[in-house]
């Protein structure tokens, strides 16, 4: 089992690494974005969140805390949904189904992340292949 959650980390985190590549070497588009999205202090917002999407990858990636790692994806994952993908708004039919699809994707990611916050807090130090064992205790 130890071998399947380590490539299901491997194959989770690319995705959140490669979006905090973005957040933090095009902060300037992505900020006008995020600002026409409506978002307060989108460049503060950008870079936060850029940091966020490393971190969590990070720990989630190497099993370095990964249940916070985990948590902080969701705290990430959930507002963006919202704050940027608010398709109810979208008047236009194609831009309005762009913008589900990623709210519903986010909102997967958030679950998927969720569940492996408490995998990883339930199991503890059982699991190998893991720099730390969990931050939180969920037995």
Request: glycine letters at 12%; a negative charge; hydrophobic letters at 60%.
């Amino acid at each position: 089992m130890d071998v399947l959650v380590l490539i299901g980390r491997i194959l989770f985190v690319p995705l959140f690494l490669g979006s905090a590549v973005g957040h933090l070497t095009q902060t300037d588009g992505m900020a006008g974005y995020a600002k026409s999205r409506g978002v307060p202090a989108a460049r503060i917002a950008v870079l936060g969140t850029g940091v966020m999407l490393a971190v969590g990858g990070v720990l989630v990636l190497l099993g370095l805390w990964a249940d916070l790692g985990a948590l902080i994806l969701v705290a990430f994952l959930v507002p963006t949904a919202f704050l940027m993908h608010a398709f109810w708004k979208e008047t236009d039919p194609q831009a309005r189904q762009n913008e589900m699809v990623q709210f519903l994707k986010d909102l997967a990611l958030a679950g998927a992340s969720l569940m492996l916050f408490a995998f990883f807090a339930y199991v503890g130090d059982d699991l190998g292949l893991t720099i730390t064992g969990p931050l939180f205790d969920l037995n």
